[in-house]
């Protein structure tokens, strides 16, 4: 499976972005997915999660501001990002974790990964 990425750009604070994640093969919709972020010198970290029924899953630090959801019919999931801040400034990453419904524990149990898109937002 390939995961291509996009949809990130640069904002002011306060503004929005969508991301998209579209996926090749044909086991996006049994999947789990996940939406990632890294910033230079630290740990990946989880943004949000969705299992393959589309319950989502979100991190503290966006709840309430990021949506994410997916289309199955087009293979892509989405992460609407809304009320962007500066500490949001970095590569968002797609995963998906081949045939699993549920959400993994850990970003190693994801097995496709796409190839990044930046996001910075400015104060």
């Known amino acids: 499976v390939q995961l291509q990425a996009f949809g990130g750009g640069l904002v002011q604070a306060g503004g929005s972005l969508r991301l998209s994640c579209v996926a090749s093969?044909?086991?996006?919709?049994?999947?789990?997915v996940g939406w990632y972020r890294q910033v230079p010198g630290r740990q990946r970290e989880s943004v949000a999660g969705?299992?393959?029924?589309?319950?989502?899953n979100y991190a503290d630090s966006v709840k309430g501001r990021f949506t994410i959801s997916r289309d199955n019919a087009k293979k892509t999931a989405y992460l609407q990002m809304n009320n962007l801040k500066p500490e949001d400034t970095a590569v968002y990453y797609c995963a998906l974790a081949t045939g699993r419904p549920v959400l993994p524990r850990s970003p190693l149990e994801y097995d496709s990964w796409g190839q990044g898109t930046q996001v910075t937002v400015s104060s």
């Open positions: 969705i299992t393959s029924g589309a319950n989502p």
């Open positions: 093969g044909s086991v996006f919709s049994i999947s789990a």
